[in-house]
């Protein structure tokens, strides 16, 4: 038996009990653990921090092992859980699946999992024209920036992935930057972020690693990385770079590197009018809110520059598109009931058409969505903890779900709620963003 043999069985059997293959990432977590590496060994083979492999894409792999093999799954018994699993397959061939293609089980249609960003050959993915075809045609004009910004699970990764997947085809080098794999300690100390900035972006376009002979501490950090990219980076490569950063707004936790980091960004963005080089080098900015916290707004990339796009909710039509995916048969009643309870959320959207495409009844979604024992539970118990975690920010919203109107809420406090998804605006005063937050926050606030 070889990890091979393994992975094939694995991954069948992740796509049977959670209908989706296993990740790259997970991949490589696991093909370490089964050669008896830690995660610091995994991590230095890999584009990934430890801290990453093992506080997020390990706590939840071992978590979804446990319910696929039916026992306790950890890095320390994996390979014993795995064998006993090959011992119970080994005379089973299992098929190649396309995940997000709907598939046919015993005559039953089987929609894709919504899970994650959409994958690129989805027939799930609901364009937002012209969106897709302007962000298309800027990341091709040269020093272009392009700023992508929509609370939680609006579609801001998916887009992402399309605009990626075109550069690619251009023939453009791209690399996309996670700040999540990031070491939190990184972003305490600009020279080391940037730094790891440096060394990210190097390694994912297999250029080598010239830190310790180029960075001059007595030129500053952000002249160092700058002219790392200049005679390291674009000076290097035969075509264009496409640099996308995913997940931006960890970084404004840390005003003492955001500043810095997003000065620099504005300024290359700048050098593109009178430097040929940075005409090279095309951005694009992911992130969820525009509250910057102490981030000086004047010295940001995010303040008059760039093409901005912010992503709003499905539209009526779009939602009957993916109904008719689904393979429902629904009328206009019916499809107006679903959004007078979840609006055109396309996370709250997709979940529920799944669920309805699987056998769950309408009457019975709308009754339970709303409650623990609905479809949402884990996602409004997880938006549950953290308002609880933020007395301030709860009672906040607290003010905007018992209203029977929209009503002002102080700064701060709404452009946190706005991120979360929890609210649309209405001018300058905010209401929930659909009714499913309204019925459950009214009930799990009521004691503040």
């Known amino acids: 038996m070889n990890f091979e043999e393994v992975l094939k069985i694995l991954d069948t059997a992740v796509f049977n009990k959670a209908n989706r293959h296993l990740k790259d990432v997970e991949i ?48 320390t018994n994996f390979r014993a859980a795995v064998e006993r699993l090959y011992n119970r397959y080994q005379n089973i061939l299992p098929t190649e699946v396309n995940l997000d293609s709907s598939i046919t089980v015993e005559n039953k249609f089987v929609p894709g999992c919504p899970e994650g960003s959409v994958p ?11 969106l897709e075809k302007h962000c298309y ?68 376009l297999k250029l080598p690693n010239l830190l310790n002979k180029t960075w001059d501490e007595y030129r500053g950090s952000i002249v160092n990385c700058t002219a790392y990219f200049e005679d390291n980076i674009l000076s290097q490569i035969d075509n264009n770079l496409v640099l996308a950063l995913d997940n931006v707004d960890i970084i404004f936790q ?14 290359w963005h700048e050098e593109a009018n009178i430097s040929e080089i940075w005409e090279n080098l095309r951005l694009i900015v992911v992130h969820s809110t525009e509250d910057y916290g102490s981030l000086d707004i004047n010295r940001s ?11 709003i909710e499905f539209t009526t039509e779009q939602i009957q598109n993916l109904v008719q995916l689904h393979r429902l048969d629904y009328n206009q009643n019916q499809v107006q009931q679903l959004m007078s309870l979840i609006g055109g959320h396309p996370y709250l959207i997709r979940l529920a058409l799944y669920h309805l495409a699987l056998g769950q009844t309408l009457e019975n979604f709308l009754q339970t969505a ?3 024992a609905g479809i949402y539970e884990e996602h409004l118990r997880q938006l549950l903890h953290y308002l609880q975690i933020n007395l301030p920010l709860a009672k906040a919203f607290k003010q905007v779900v018992t209203a029977t109107e929209p009503v002002a ?10 991120s979360m998804g929890l609210v649309k605006r209405v001018g300058n005063k905010l209401e929930p963003r659909c009714r499913l937050y309204r019925q459950y926050f009214q009930e799990h606030l009521l004691g503040l």
């Open 28 to 75: 490589i977590v696991l093909q370490g653990s089964w050669e008896g590496l830690s995660y610091d060994e995994i991590a230095s083979n890999a584009t990934y921090t430890e801290a990453y492999l093992r506080q997020i894409i390990g706590f939840s792999l071992w978590k979804l092992l446990a319910d696929v093999l039916g026992e306790e799954v950890s890095k």
């Open 120 to 130: 690129l050959n989805s027939p799930f993915y609901i364009q937002r024209v012209p």
């Open 137 to 204: 045609e800027t990341i091709l004009q040269p020093g272009s920036l392009i700023r992508i910004k929509a609370p939680e699970k609006m579609g801001k990764t998916s887009l992402l992935d399309r605009i990626i997947a075109h550069s690619k085809q251009q023939g453009y080098h791209t690399v996309r930057i996670n700040l999540l794999q990031a070491e939190t300690t990184f972003f305490r100390n600009l020279d080391k972020f940037l730094q790891w900035f440096c060394f990210y972006v190097s390694r994912r």
């Open 254 to 267: 840390y005003p003492e590197s955001s500043q810095g980091f997003f000065a620099m960004l504005r300024t």
């Open 301 to 311: 990339p995010f303040c008059n520059i760039g093409l901005v796009f912010e992503l």
């Open 370 to 372: 709303p409650t623990n």
């Open 409 to 418: 809420v102080a700064t701060i406090p709404a452009y946190q709620l706005y």
